[in-house]
């Protein structure tokens, strides 16, 4: 059995090797002593072996460390937009972009870089909801944090029913599609932000253009969480390693972190249209 993900595919369950094989007889090679009846038939009334007992990841795995890292990112986020600062705010974009390749392109997750990502991208933003809200604070139009959250939990609600109810699937065709569509998407914000740094950039955060970035973004981060759904899914049913709860819980952190940004980027330009600028 092979799949496209990669820590299914170094899940030891993927592998001839691995502990799901049975071998045939004890490797010492030496016969095995015969159980009595009472003995066996205490075995055929012993409860069946849960995930949890065999070590294998669970949806409770996943719940529980997706809690620790989304938690990490709103606690970090809360500090960085109420005691603002634009140093923890680059040190939390540049580091979490690091931290974001490292832990995607290692084999084995580590914990520990998934929660430091998971604060540094909390101090990135908070530290963008900050400045979105002051800038339309400063021009009476209120604030859209609070917004973006909800329109980012509702998101994230709605896709997950579709999924639950087969309407939405990550078959092969929409996981090369929607994979090569958010590469051309990254692509083009990447040489975006190059740009702006020399002060040619599209200005994304306003007009039409950046509403139009906003809504593409926000599509294609709502459809990204089909493939979260999926791998944490065909994880549960393989059977794969309890460790690699930490990487469904990475996957949604990265989805909703992104899904967030587009919701402000969103909420804040038509903020601005209504106010007429």
């Known amino acids: 059995m092979e799949s ?3 820590a299914l595919r170094n899940a030891p369950q993927f592998k001839r090797d691995g502990y799901a094989g049975f071998d045939a007889a004890p490797r010492g090679g030496a016969p095995t002593a015969p159980h009595d009846p009472r003995s066996l038939e205490d075995m055929y009334s012993a409860p069946s072996a849960t995930t949890s ?3 294998r990841m669970t949806y409770d795995d996943v719940v ?3 809690a620790l890292t989304l938690g990490t990112v709103v606690v970090l986020g809360a500090f960085n937009y109420f005691f603002f600062s634009p140093l923890l705010m680059i040190v939390g974009v540049l580091g979490g972009l690091v931290l974001g390749l490292v832990n995607s392109f290692k084999r084995e997750p580590s914990p520990a870089l998934i929660l430091a990502y998971a604060a540094l991208q909390g101090l990135f933003i908070g530290g963008l909801s900050f400045i979105i809200d002051a800038n339309l604070q400063a021009r009476d139009l209120g604030s859209v944090s609070i917004q973006a959250v909800i329109a980012t939990v509702a998101t994230f609600a709605v896709m997950l029913v579709l ?3 087969g309407a939405v699937r990550a078959t092969p065709k929409f ?3 929607l994979i090569g569509a958010v590469l051309g ?3 083009f914000c990447l040489i975006n932000f190059v740009f702006s740094l020399f002060g040619a950039g599209l200005g994304l955060w306003s007009g039409g253009l950046g509403l139009a970035v906003g809504a593409i973004g ?3 981060a709502s459809l990204s969480l089909v493939l979260d759904f999926d791998f944490i899914e065909n994880g549960v049913k393989s059977g794969i390693p309890q460790r690699y709860a930490w990487t469904a819980a990475f996957g ?3 989805t909703l972190v992104w899904l967030y940004v587009e919701m402000l980027r969103i909420l804040s330009i038509l903020r601005s249209m209504a106010g007429g600028d």
């Open 4 to 6: 496209n993900n990669p």
């Open 53 to 55: 007992h065999t070590g």
């Open 64 to 66: 529980l460390r997706s």
């Open 163 to 165: 999924y639950r109810s």
């Open 175 to 177: 996981r090369r599609i």
């Open 185 to 187: 998407y990254a692509v």
């Open 218 to 220: 926000a599509v294609l």
């Open 252 to 254: 949604l952190t990265v």
